[in-house]
Each structure stands twice: as structure tokens, then as C-alpha cells.
């Protein structure tokens, strides 16, 4: 059974840094692509990065590139997100999700998007604020 974990989130001030945690478990991590997405209340989920398993390949959303970054530890099955100087529009639920087939893999990775094959963690606040 796929299952996806997130961790790490929590209260941070403006400029400050959070490392999100995705442990995976039950499905071959190495041929996944895993996503980060967050979403607030009244608006849509959107990516904000992904990482390819099957080619190491990375994106980012224009709006977090350059702050954050998208990591993984395959000994771990964990995917993670460093993100670094926090802004308060970034406060959101950050949740990560799992695609396999190329299709699906080239919609999250290449044009973050939102696709209903996604299996989803159950996310990680990330509340910015002084």
C-alpha cells in the first residue's frame, strides 16, 4: 500500500528556514515522481516542486525558486524541501504526492500541476508569521 508521511512543518517567522520531510513507504520509490504542493483555505492546491526518481530531475515554481530546494534520500525513501526565507505568502498546508507513469510524472514535474493519478500525504502546516 502506497503511503506518503510529511513532516517538519510548523510556526516560523519571515526569513526563516523549515526542511519538510516525505517518507514513502509501500511502492518502489526509485520509479516515482514525488511532488511538494500547498494549498490555503478557498484556493486551489499547486505545486511548488518535484523531483523525477527515475532521472533526478528537478522543478520549481517560479514564486519559490531560489528559496527553496528539493532533495531525496533513496536509502531513506524520503524526498525532502529545504526552504529557506520564508515569506509570510508562503504559509499554507504543504503536502507531498506520488506519480508513476510518465504521463502523470511529466504533468507534476515538468508543469507542476495537479493530476488526479497523485497518491497524497496528509500534509504539513506551515504557518509564516511574526
Known amino acids: 500500500q502506497v503511503q506518503l508521511v510529511e513532516s517538519g512543518g510548523g510556526l516560523v517567522q519571515p526569513g526563516g528556514s523549515l526542511r519538510l520531510s516525505c517518507a514513502a513507504s509501500?511502492?518502489?520509490?526509485?520509479?516515482?515522481?514525488i511532488g511538494w504542493f500547498r494549498q490555503t483555505p478557498g484556493k486551489e492546491r499547486e505545486g511548488v516542486s518535484c523531483?523525477?526518481?527515475?532521472?533526478?530531475?528537478?522543478n520549481y515554481a517560479d514564486s519559490v525558486a531560489g528559496r527553496f530546494t528539493i532533495s531525496r534520500d533513496n536509502a531513506k525513501n524520503t524526498v525532502y524541501l529545504q526552504i529557506d526565507s520564508l515569506k509570510p505568502e508562503d504559509t499554507a498546508d504543504y503536502f507531498c504526492?506520488?506519480?508513476?507513469?510518465?504521463?502523470?510524472?511529466?504533468?507534476?514535474?515538468?508543469?507542476?500541476?495537479?493530476?488526479?493519478?497523485?497518491?497524497w500525504g496528509k500534509g504539513t502546516p506551515v504557518p509564516v508569521s511574526s
Open positions: 504526492g506520488a506519480v508513476r507513469d510518465a504521463r502523470s510524472r511529466q504533468a507534476i514535474c515538468v508543469r507542476l500541476q495537479v493530476v488526479d493519478t497523485i497518491v
Open positions: 509501500g511502492f518502489g520509490f526509485d520509479y516515482y515522481a
Open positions: 523531483i523525477d526518481n527515475n532521472n533526478g530531475e528537478t
